[in-house]
């Protein structure tokens, strides 16, 4: 069960991450050697990036803790 559910948490983790990235101005190419990229309106680094940081942040450590 362990095992399974550290699996699944680094899934959710891996496309919340590619989620995240496709919201970026610079966006990402979903199927690589294809020139399909994917881009959205989010500037990296810029005040809405940080303030999702710290939603998630705080939201992964309320998982965390619940799991315990």
Not at 17 to 39: E, S
Request: aromatic residues 14%; proline residues 1%; glycine residues 8%.
């Amino acid at each position: 069960k362990g095992i399974a559910r550290s699996f699944q948490t680094r899934q959710a983790g891996f496309s919340l991450h590619l989620f995240l990235d496709c919201l970026t101005i610079k966006g990402v190419r979903i199927f690589y050697p294809a020139r399909l990229r994917v881009r959205g309106f989010l500037k990296a680094g810029g005040i809405t990036d940080k303030v999702l940081f710290f939603i998630f942040s705080f939201l992964s450590l309320i998982a965390l803790a619940s799991s315990l």
